[in-house]
């Protein structure tokens, strides 16, 4: 099983500590964006993720969505 969170919108103003660990880096883009540097798989997660949030409940996708 897999899932995808909302943990809310960030700020301008917030800075973003990255765990060196667990993450390289990180960067904004916009959603026409993800096909291009996303695998299938993620992609279709994020863009049912977003889906869900603009619709505000849950989406259920089948065991491999891509």
Known sequence: MYFVFDGGEVGPDVDITLQE?????????ET?????????????????????????APVYLPTWAG
Do not use: K, W
């Open 21 to 29: 660990e667990e993450l390289d880096d990180y960067r904004f883009t």
């Open 32 to 56: 026409g964006e993800f096909g291009s540097y996303l695998p299938p798989m993620a992609n279709a997660r994020v863009s049912a993720a977003l889906h869900a949030r603009a619709i505000g």
